[in-house]
């Protein structure tokens, strides 16, 4: 039947491959398996192939995609600018409107529950009694990486949406609150919100925005992605930056095509008030830390020295623990749907920071941070860098409240 | 019992895939030739390879072995059918290191390989500009080189034993860290034999030391000529860069566009330049090839400040052949080879011919050995396109040819120059290669089809007569 969406990939995009394989060895699935049918050029093969004709929008084909991880590490290795992400999106769409069965499954979770912050602040307030009664033991295994891994829900402060101050001298800043992020990684909302204060910018976190929609458009949901899209275009268009401080969420804003370059990750957006002497730079030595590079910040918006020049700003010492950046298996909802493989990337990953002997883990993405706290234990500390940045200026007394 | 039932009971299931969609993604490799896979399969050990092989006799189908799928002459690609034996899963690599040798599966990386072999002080030499992705077993199938076998050699060189699976499913060990093995030299068989006389499970490859000291530098010509003069030169000079690489101006273009690394997009060719060794003698190469560089009109010379901005420029180099995609969907990569000193001559030959058939022709090549890797960038959905390719083809096959060339620099026969053998040997020798193929492999289930021209064994002898290969020929 070939292709029956507006969204599926589109000839350009897949001719864009010429099979030449450099993609193969930093794609997680593929290493995973050594299988053609596990890697970034197996997929465009086979998404080639739907559209011309040879191959159907199947469960098999399905399944092809369903095994991959959405990490992009495809991309940056790409000389042929093959923009895999869009392409799989695409893919994904086509196989919610054509694969029986698959229309409905988990918009549950990934529309109507991210769309609703009354249904997030509820599920929220159940798991932080489940965490005070020690009754997150009993979650089905499949979601217990998810619990196991959140941090603490007591004792958040308020949420950031509806927040405006700052002086403005530096711009006007408007903040994607996120939907998970601002419930269950509040603290770094409100971390972004005094830095970039601090750092001189004018800072609202409008109430007309929504979900980010970059769950939704990975999961095949592109109309949805569509609309929280066109929402969120709306509520941030007067601002000269958009900042977001999930990976997942600024790596989605960049695509936006009503935003343009006013997107911004967290990361880019504190190193560069760092750059201009805008926020300080601790003197402090405070010893090693190992930094871990989201999917969605490295291979997806290319931003690696951000980060880690914020943790130097704090008076660290970045350590290294894998030059290909592999993904850490959290993938938005893969740690539910390929509980298996979500395993055992989360297991290398947490090997690699163990085998540092440093302890303490700098993590710019709520998922990833989730998978490596799960997998490393009570022994390690893992927050994002731009946490560590404000605490350590607070140890130091220049931080602002 | 079907074949198909006896590889799932020797494989189990999960290592056998069947699903058409899993097929087609097997049926090909990076070049334009597509077969048509009946089953794939996974072998975790030459035990289970053996096994394959086995049946594969007793049912009477091909078997074609693949490693990552990077070869560029349809050597993977299972034009006649049968079972695609992949060899990923069969990757250990264990190091020796008072021979400084290695036993490595065949699906192993190659980048792997040094990878795993750098704590150590040592690494792989033969550095294909796909070794980021392709397998020890491709590399010795395809006699595999790279930038840096201007120096040191291709893939054979750094071969020094081989475990094969042979027809009937014989496993033997060939060669060995002796340094002149006894008997014949049945290893050198193997290498080169694009997977049509037996299936490589492992491979004992040599390693060297790391480099104590290297220089990388870029230099840009305003002249194709100019460029590849200063290739000769430095060769008459006595030196063995570690690496001679030529980019034309298209080809830089496209992979600046996508590395964005400052390249000089407005030199009509760009030359990388490597030594490696001691500091001073290095310091002193270096100076000598900037120099013969700027005699020859080079606009600017460029060394590499530090080891990312090396990484950067071999980035740009080995990534050359993807960059494509950006100006058209398909490419015809030529492999040829030429006498160095012919380069310049054959270089404004081919790009004569492109022009003449209006087709985008970039060029990315080993210079220092004459490895021209000329490449048309089209559209393979266009016919007429199509045509004027393989027309164009093999003409600048014929002019590499006439100008004392061989038919294949590295990359090997396959599919894709497999009916051009005649053009460089004759009747005798093919029958020889062919009557080699039949005594090893009888029931013909390797790789049928490949390297050998349909009718390359000849009954009759009367008559033939050995063509002569032309001087300073590379076969
Ligand atoms: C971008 C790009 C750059 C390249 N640059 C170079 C270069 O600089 N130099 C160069 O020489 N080549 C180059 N190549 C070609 C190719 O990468 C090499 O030939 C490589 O060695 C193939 O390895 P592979 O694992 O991908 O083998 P495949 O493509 O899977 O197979 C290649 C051949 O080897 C056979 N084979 C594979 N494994 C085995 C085995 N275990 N036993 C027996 N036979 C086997 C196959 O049947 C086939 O005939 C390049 C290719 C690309 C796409
Ligand atoms: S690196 Fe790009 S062009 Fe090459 S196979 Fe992968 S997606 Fe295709
Ligand atoms: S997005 Fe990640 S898992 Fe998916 S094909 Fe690309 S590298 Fe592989």
């Known amino acids: ?401 | 019992m079907s074949y198909l039932e006896a590889l799932r009971g020797a494989l189990g299931e999960a290592n056998v895939l069947e699903e058409p969609v899993e097929l087609h993604l097997f049926s090909k490799d990076a070049s334009l030739l597509r077969g048509q896979a009946n089953v794939v399969v996974f072998p975790q050990d030459a035990d289970q390879v053996s096994e394959v092989v086995k049946i594969a006799e007793a049912h009477k189908v091909p078997i074609v072995a693949r490693g990552a799928g990077t070869g560029l002459t349809a050597g993977a690609s299972p034009t006649e059918g049968g079972i695609v034996v992949v060899t990923t899963a069969i990757d250990s690599i264990e190091i020796d290191l008072e021979n400084r040798s290695a036993w490595v599966g065949a699906g192993v990386i190659n980048l792997d390989l040094s990878a795993a072999a750098a704590p150590h002080g040592l690494h792989f030499a033969p550095d294909p500009s796909s070794q980021s992705a392709c397998t020890i077993g491709g590399n010795v199938a395809n006699n595999s080189g790279g930038p840096h076998c201007l120096a040191e050699g291709s893939t054979t060189s750094h071969v020094l034993g081989l475990e094969v699976v042979l027809a009937g499913g014989e496993i033997v060990r060939l060669g060995g860290n002796a340094p002149d093995p006894i008997g014949l030299d049945l290893k050198g068989l193997i290498v080169g034999s694009e997977g049509t006389l037996g299936i490589v499970t492992k491979a004992l490859v040599r390693l060297l030391p790391l480099d104590p000291d290297v220089r990388t530098m870029l230099l840009a010509f305003p002249t194709v000529e100019s460029a590849a003069t200063t290739v000769s030169q430095v060769i008459s000079a006595g030196m063995v860069p570690a690496a001679l690489e030529l980019m034309d101006q298209r080809m830089v273009q496209a992979v600046e566009n996508w590395l964005q690394a400052g390249l000089p997009v407005d030199a009509a060719a760009v030359l990388l330049a490597e030594v490696v060794g001691e500091t001073e003698g290095v310091e002193a190469e270096a100076e000598i090839i900037a120099d013969l560089g700027r005699a020859n009109g080079a606009t600017s010379v460029e060394v590499a400040r530090d080891e990312t901005h090396r990484a950067t420029l071999w980035k740009g180099r080995k990534s050359a052949f993807g960059a494509i995609a950006q100006l058209a969907p398909d490419y015809y990569l030529h492999d040829a080879v030429v006498p160095r000193t012919r380069l310049v001559e054959t270089m404004s030959a081919v790009y004569e011919i492109a022009d003449r058939y209006d087709l985008t022709m970039l060029n990315v090549f080993h210079a220092g050995d004459g490895n021209l890797h000329p490449l048309v960038a089209f559209d393979a959905s266009d016919p007429e396109t199509n045509r004027k390719v393989h027309e164009a083809g093999d003409e600048i096959v014929a002019i590499c040819l006439k100008n004392g060339g061989a038919l294949s620099g590295e990359h090997g026969i396959g599919i894709e120059k497999r009916d051009m053998m005649r053009t460089t040997f004759t009747e005798l020798d093919l029958d020889a290669q062919a009557r080699l193929k039949e005594a090893v492999d009888p029931s013909g289930v390797f790789n049928p089809s490949k390297v050998l021209p349909a009718g390359s064994r000849c009954f009759d002898f009367g008559g033939v007569r050995r063509k002569e290969l032309p001087e300073g020929v590379w076969v």
């Not at chain 1, 053609?36 to 004709?53: D, I, Q, Y």
């Not at chain 1, 490295?298 to 943790?311: F, G, K, N, T, W």
């Not at chain 1, 700003?313 to 298996?329: N, T, W």
């Open chain 1, 1 to 401: 039947m070939g292709w029956v969406t507006t969204e599926h990939p589109t000839r350009e995009e897949l001719d864009a491959c010429v099979q030449c394989g450099l993609c193969l060895p930093v794609c997680p699935t593929f290493r995973l398996t050594g299988r053609e049918t596990a890697s970034p050029r197996g997929r465009l093969h086979a998404m080639s192939a739907v559209g011309e004709g040879v191959v159907e929008v199947d469960e098999v084909f399905a399944g092809l995609l369903d095994f991959c991880l959405g990490c992009r590490a495809c991309e940056p290795v790409c000389p042929g600018l093959v923009p895999y992400g869009r392409a799989l999106e695409g893919a994904r769409a086509e196989i919610a409107e054509q694969v029986p069965g698959r229309k409905r499954l988990r918009r549950w979770q990934t529309t109507t529950i991210l769309g609703s912050r009354a249904a997030l602040r509820l599920g929220s307030l159940g798991l932080r009694i489940g965490q005070k009664l020690g009754l997150l033991r009993l979650t089905p295994a499949r979601y217990r990486r998810i619990t196991s891994g959140l941090r603490k829900l007591g004792g958040r402060g308020q949420p950031t949406l509806g927040h405006a101050g700052g002086s403005g001298e530096a711009g006007t800043v408007g903040l994607l609150a996120g939907c998970v992020q601002d419930e269950w990684f509040r603290p770094v909302n409100r971390t972004a919100v005094t830095l970039l204060e601090m750092a001189g910018h004018r800072v609202e976190v409008p109430r007309s925005q929504t979900c980010c929609g970059a769950l939704a458009a990975h999961d095949g949901k592109a109309g949805a992605a569509h609309v929280f899209a066109g929402q969120n275009e709306e509520a941030f268009e007067r601002y000269d930056m958009v900042v977001a401080t999930a990976a997942g969420c600024s790596a989605h804003l960049a695509g936006y095509e009503g935003l343009g370059s006013s997107a911004a990750d967290i990361t880019v957006a504190v190193a560069r008030a760092i750059d201009d002497g805008r926020l300080p730079v601790s003197e402090v030595d405070r010893g090693e830390m190992v930094i871990q590079d989201p999917c969605h910040l490295r291979h997806a918006q290319r931003v690696v020295d951000e980060p880690r020049r914020i943790l130097e700003a704090a008076g660290f010492r970045p350590v290294e623990i894998d030059p290909v950046a592999l993904c850490c298996g959290a993938a938005g909802v893969y740690t539910m749907a390929q509980p298996e493989a979500s395993e055992t990337l989360g297991n290398q990953k947490a090997d690699q920071v163990r085998s540092s002997g440093v302890t303490r883990v700098a993590s710019a993405n709520p998922g990833c941070e989730m998978q490596l706290r799960s997998h490393l234990g009570d022994d390690y500390e893992v927050a994002h860098p731009i946490e560590w940045y404000l605490a350590a200026l607070e140890e130091d007394g220049r931080g602002d409240d």
